[in-house]
Structure formats: C-alpha cells, structure tokens
C-alpha cells in the first residue's frame, strides 16, 4: 500500500469513528479560551495605558501649577523691591545712577549679611528721613542690620 492510501484511509477512519468531530470541538474549545485570555491581556493593557495617560496628564498639570506658583512668587517679590526702592527714592530723592548703585549696594549687603533686601531698603529709607548723607546710606544700613542680627535691637 503506497503512503498516499495509508493517509486516506487514516482520515477516513477517523472521520467515520467520531474522532474528527470531537478533535473539532477540542480545538474550537481550546480557541475559545485562548480569546478569552487574550481578551482579558487586552482590558489589562487598555486599563494600563488608561492609567498611564491620567498620570501624565497629572503631572502636566502640577508641572504647569508649579510653574505659574513660581511665576507669581517671582513677580510679587519684584513688586515689592521696585515699592521699597520707590520708598528710598522718596526719602534719599537721588539721581537715577545714584539710585542704581543704592540699589546693587543694598543686594550686596542682603547677599553678605542674608538679610532681606526689602528689610535693608526699608532701613535706607529710614536713614534717608532721619537725613543720614547719601553716601553714607549704605554703610548705616549694614551697620543697622548687623545690630538687628546680634542683638534683640529691631529694625
């Protein structure tokens, strides 16, 4: 018998006794589960990257809140340096150019010392009312904070 009708006698054997029917139904079983499996793979991964993409649009938004919170900082303190320096100006009543160097003086200081800028324009301005010379300002102004610093003396 050639190998062509040993085949072709398997096969009908086989799809005569049932075994054909059953091996269907085994495999349409097995296929089943087999979806069900990938199926519960793809809810997981859908669930995955709907968590990944709400992290991310978190973290965009405290990143933005973080931004604009230091944005405001920034601008707010600018805002009270220029209000401090306008208050030496008033009472000192200096040059533009004599002003700009008050003003990198007291940074200076505020630099050295770890005072607050504003605490030490606040101290010019104060020396500028009590008629303390222009080019004196910045020297009682660190001299006064000094004491501010290593005493109970307040400014």
Do not use: C, H, Q
């Not at 589960?33 to 990257?49: C, N, P, Q, T």
């Not at 709400?54 to 938004?61: K, M, P, S, T, W």
Request: charged fraction near 20%.
């Amino acid at each position: 018998m050639a190998a062509a009708d040993t085949a072709k006698m398997i096969v009908e054997l086989d799809f005569k006794s049932g075994k054909f029917t059953a091996g269907l139904k085994s495999a349409d079983k097995s296929l089943g589960s087999f979806e069900k499996r990938v199926g519960k793979l793809g809810s997981i991964a859908s669930k995955g990257m709907a968590n990944a993409a709400r992290n991310i649009e978190r973290g965009i938004a405290l990143g933005a809140a973080a931004a604009a919170g230091a944005m405001v900082y920034a601008v707010n303190a600018a805002i009270d340096w220029e209000s401090a320096m306008a208050g030496v100006n008033k009472t000192i009543e200096a040059t533009p150019i004599e002003l700009k160097a008050i003003e990198e003086g007291l940074i200076a200081i505020s630099n050295k010392t770890g005072a607050a800028a504003t605490d030490l324009a606040a101290i010019a301005e104060n020396a500028g009312a009590l008629g303390i010379a222009k080019g004196d300002i910045l020297a009682f102004t660190e001299t006064v904070a000094m004491i501010g610093a290593t005493t109970n003396v307040t400014t």
